[in-house]
């Protein structure tokens, strides 16, 4: 028999109990979640983490959301949508959002000398954080599971909502680059 190291069963146990608040199963398509370098480095206590790379991996992860969520717009505004396509670009919403969290360990922030549209509220009032993160794979898991029906208003409705949790984030979350 394999033991599993008490950090990962912790970690796998949090990822299960996510995963059945968003929804009963996981929807059809759906990407597993991949490990992020904080989360192997929290498997492995005392392992050195590369910070760098794990603010590069975050940056990578929001760019991913940001192009999956271009997509559902673009398909919503055809007077035939693809709802198989939203179907999928909410379902990688979905897997990269529950991701965010692992992405924002201590030591990635401006203060610590990183360029990152990270605020430091972020790491202030980690369980407000959690809850916007939280927010946007419920919403992305929502929008997953509305699109096979294929009824175009419902879609948006639910996509709007979706892009509510992102812009909730964003503004106490994020720097906002246009100011």
Known sequence: MTRIPAPRLVAAAALAAALAACSSETPAGAPEAAETPAAAAAAEPGAPVDLAAVVKEREENFEA????????????????????????????????????????????????????????????????????????????????????????AAVGAQAMAMGGACKGCHDQFRKDDKK
């Open 65 to 152: 959301i940001g192009k999956a969520f271009k997509a559902v717009r673009g398909e919503l505004e055809k007077d035939a949508p693809d709802f198989a396509l939203i179907a999928a670009s909410a379902n990688d919403i979905n897997a990269r959002a529950m991701k965010i969290e692992g992405h924002f360990p201590a030591g990635t922030s401006t203060a610590d000398g990183f360029k990152t549209e990270a605020l430091p509220t972020i790491w202030e009032k980690p369980e407000a954080f959690k809850a916007a993160a939280t927010k946007l794979v419920g919403e992305s898991a929502k929008l997953a599971s509305l699109a096979p029906g294929g009824d175009k």
